[in-house]
């Protein structure tokens, strides 16, 4: 959202949303935005460690590779990433639960 928000598109209002489901026995969460969407192209490599799109010295790389190593090898959940070319992007977050 932040880099659609520099295009300076009129009327353009970032929108980041959060919501979570009870499925079964897993929690769901949807985090889905409204910015420029992730290319196909680099779509496979947004989880690897220090890949970035953002320019020298502005990003590490490292944000969503944390996450996959939390949520797949931490919990045993699942993530998963929707997203389409000027619309937005959707992040699905999936972790198993047990009653204590």
Known sequence: VNE????????????????????????????????????ETIKEKI????????????????????AYDIVIKGHGGSLDVNSRIGEGTEFIIRLGYEHV
Not at 24 to 35: P, R, S
């Open 4 to 39: 659609k928000a520099k295009m300076g598109i009129e009327g353009y209002l970032p929108i980041v949303t959060i919501t979570s489901n009870r499925i079964e026995k897993e929690i769901e969460l949807k985090i889905q935005d409204n910015g420029n969407g992730i290319p």
């Open 47 to 66: 989880f690897q460690p220090f890949f970035t799109t953002k320019p020298t010295g502005q990003g590490t790389g490292l944000g969503l590779s944390l």
